[in-house]
Every structure is written in C-alpha cells, then in structure tokens.
T-cell receptor, first 111, second 111 residues
Framework: DSGVTQTPKHLITATGQRVTLRCSPR?????VYWYQQSLDQGLQFLIQ???????AKGNILERFSAQQFPDLHSELNLSSLELGDSALYFC??????????FGEGSRLTVL | GQQLNQSPQSMFIQEGEDVSMNCTSS?????WLWYKQDPGEGPVLLIA?????ELTSNGRLTAQFGITRKDSFLNISASIPSDVGIYFC???????????FGQGTRLTINP
C-alpha cells in the first residue's frame, strides 16, 4: 500500500460526459501528480500541484483540468469525453524531489 | 514527448534466469528510478538512484546510475514467477519534481 488513495477505481461513461477523479496523497506529501496511461503505453505526465498551486504542466488537454485543495487532496476533471480518453489515470505524491508514490489508479472507460 | 528509450520492450525467459534491461536518454537526469507495474495496479517503486555511478541493490534487484547521467540499467537475478510484470525506468531533471517515464519492459517468465 503506497498510501495514495484514488477513487473511483473504475468508471464507465458515455462520450460527451464529464467525470471527476479524486486523489488523496500520502500523509505529509505536498506534491500531487496526475499521469495518464493508455492501453499498453507508458505513463504520460499531465499536471503537478504543490501545496495548492500548479507547479508543472505536461500534455494535458484543454478539456481536462485539475486542482489541489487546502487539505491537499486533488481532483482531475475530464470533460467532453471522447473514446480516446479511455485510459488508466494515476495519481502520485511526493514530499519533494525524488521518489513518487503512485495510487492504484482510476480506470476510465468511455463508450 | 518521450525522452527515454527503454529496452528491450519485452522479454520471455525461463524461471531462474537473470534479466537485464536499460534506459538511455539524450538528456541528463538528476535522478533515475525503477518501477514495477502489475496488471491493473499502480507502479511500485523498486529502486531510486541519486548519484552518477551509483550502484544500488534491493534483494535480487540491482540498478546503476550511468556515469554520463544519461542512462541506467536494472538487473534481476534468479528470476521467480512473481517478477512477471512491466518494469519502467523514470528520470527526473534537475530542479524538477515530475518524472519522465520510459515505455516499459514487459517481463514474462516460463516456469
């Protein structure tokens, strides 16, 4: 158990819909990262928050947005969903530089 | 875009054999990490390397941070069935917290 909690574990929705994925980082970790993993692909960095502020941005679509709340949990919002958005979405957290610890992921299926 | 080249993409070995995989990059990294991912799970940290030339072991796993800081390898000795999974290398640029991931090496073991 990495200490990073993600909900929901599975989500099935239709094209055009909007979903929210939630992440609770490890106790004491200020940084939260979101990664996307499509079928049999590597992990693509989406966005990072540090203590409530956006720190780094990767290949995140404009239809996607994220935020980190004062209690340090984070949410990733995916809107106007397309079939190609079907993927595993991972949240990770860290204290600072160095090791990232990953949650078990949220599997999104868009039909 | 992808900045790490991980090889091989897949390996099929017999139980008890040793395994070697590596990652190379055109960029210099400050930190190298190796993760293992089981199907439907999040990546789990195996080894973290922080200094060029560093050689670190974790049980049957050994990893090295290349002298040029542009490569790393992971060796697994005397493989066992639970070693099956996908192994990812990840690099961290100086001053950055996000990780850049390789495409993964899928390890299959024949008993």
């Amino acid at each position: 158990d990495s200490g990073v909690t993600q909900t929901p574990k599975h989500l099935i929705t239709a094209t055009g819909q909007r979903v929210t994925l939630r992440c609770s980082p490890r106790s004491g970790d200020l940084s939260v990262y979101w990664y996307q993993q499509s079928l049999d692909q590597g992990l693509q960095f989406l966005i990072q928050y540090y203590n409530g502020e956006e720190r780094a941005k990767g290949n995140i679509l404009e239809r996607f947005s994220a935020q980190q709340f004062p209690d340090l949990h984070s949410e990733l919002n995916l809107s106007s969903l397309e079939l190609g958005d079907s993927a595993l979405y991972f949240c990770a957290s860290s204290v600072g530089l160095g090791e990232l610890f990953f949650g078990e992921g949220s599997r999104l299926t868009v039909l | 875009g992808q900045q790490l080249n991980q090889s091989p993409q897949s390996m099929f070995i017999q139980e008890g054999e040793d395994v070697s995989m590596n990652c190379t990059s055109s960029s210099i990294f400050n930190t190298w990490l190796w993760y293992k991912q089981d199907p439907g799970e999040g990546p789990v940290l195996l080894i973290a390397l922080y200094k060029a030339g560093e050689l670190t072991s974790n049980g049957r796993l050994t990893a090295q941070f290349g002298i040029t800081r542009k490569d790393s390898f992971l060796n697994i000795s005397a493989s066992i069935p639970s070693d099956v999974g996908i192994y990812f290398c990840a690099g961290q640029f100086q001053g950055a917290q996000k990780l850049v991931f390789g495409q993964g090496t899928r390890l299959t073991i024949n008993p």
